[in-house]
């Protein structure tokens, strides 16, 4: 349910509805804005579609919502979400650039990738510290000391760091040194995942899962912030399909949707949607005229010896024409790189 309230309705009129759905066992958030407050409501709807409360004091109108998910949509947030970290920004007008190695390998191969990045634009930085692999076989990580490695270097350059929480007994480790906690695809519906990283007070940026639906990767991310913590970004990776000829199907679609249906900042990976070095930057112009927020891009000193993804990894040089390349389309869409309007 959404409580529509009046025109700059009274703090207390805002109140008296919080606390008669709190007495219900209701959860009420509250999106205000400059002249009007949203409040949305969670709870067992037999309850509360029992209150009266299009009478009160205060109240313009009061929406049943039959979405599984509503603190994510418009309806409860017509305006886009800003996810301030540090100095860059993703979303309403900010358009961020995430890029760095898939995992993080040496100290060397960090700084290298790190100081090739800031000098090309980019606004974040990435590294995998803890991989989750489809081999048992395959390269694991580095895990703490990868993260130690992957904060120095994003220190060093001045740009804040993105890396994934494999496992939820991991997450207070991670958010130690990262500045965004990236969910995996394979972890999207992993919910106590999810409801841990509600509790956390650093962004989330949640991929969508190999199979997911719109509708699962929004409520995936209804999960966060019914925890409290509303900085989140969506990614699309792409998605499987019976498709071979690239490593996933990337849903460009499904960011001009996301845009519509969500007040939430929406990245795309182009390098696992396609797993091919040739095919980034043509997904990544597409992504900008989608509508995308940003992009996360992975980016290999040597991707020859990567000891993951190095077919999808682009050279520092691919990566400088590349942004070179969505610079002027990114502003074309009256967006500017980590700067909100």
Not at 145 to 156: C, F, H, I, T, W
Not at 254 to 266: D, G, S
Request: glycine fraction near 10%.
């Amino acid at each position: 349910m959404l409580v529509i309230m009046k025109d700059h309705a009274s703090s207390a009129e805002v109140q008296h509805v919080v606390d008669l759905l709190t007495e219900a066992g209701a959860e009420a958030h509250l999106s205000r804005g400059e002249v009007k407050t949203i409040i949305g409501v969670i709870g067992d709807r037999e309850v509360i579609y029992t209150l009266e409360l299009e009478g009160l004091a205060g109240v313009e109108q009061v929406i049943r919502v039959l979405k599984p998910y509503k603190l994510v949509g418009r309806d409860f947030q017509p305006q886009d979400t800003v996810v301030r970290v540090g100095g860059t920004a993703i979303g309403g007008g900010a358009f961020g650039v995430i890029a760095g190695p898939c995992s993080i390998e040496s100290e060397d191969q960090m700084l290298t990738t790190a100081r090739a990045a800031r000098d090309s634009g980019a606004t974040m930085l990435r590294g995998g510290a803890y991989k989750p692999r489809s081999s048992p076989y395959a390269f694991q990580g580095m895990g703490v000391e990868g993260l130690r490695l992957l904060r120095a270097a994003g220190d060093e350059v001045g740009l804040p760091v993105v890396t994934e929480v494999l496992d939820v007994r991991d997450t207070g480790t991670v958010a130690e040194y990262a500045d965004i906690l990236q969910v995996g695809a394979r972890n999207m519906q992993n919910f106590r995942m999810l409801d841990e990283l509600g509790e956390t007070r650093k962004p989330v940026l949640l991929k969508r899962g190999l199979s997911a639906t719109i509708e699962e990767l929004l409520s995936a991310a209804e999960y966060v912030i019914k925890g409290g913590n509303r900085d989140v970004i969506l990614c699309e990776r792409g998605i499987r399909t019976f498709e071979t000829h690239t490593r996933n199907t990337l849903d460009l679609a499904a960011v001009a949707a996301l845009k519509i249906l969500t007040h939430l900042p929406v990245v795309v990976d182009p390098s696992h949607a396609t797993g091919r070095r040739d095919l980034i930057a043509p997904m990544a112009r597409a992504s900008v005229a989608a509508g995308a927020d940003g992009l996360m891009i992975e980016v290999h000193p040597d991707p020859e010896r990567a000891r993951c993804d190095g077919p999808q990894s682009l050279t520092p040089t691919d990566f400088d024409a590349l942004m070179r390349d969505i610079a002027p389309r990114v502003a074309l869409e009256g967006k500017s790189l980590g700067e909100s309007s």
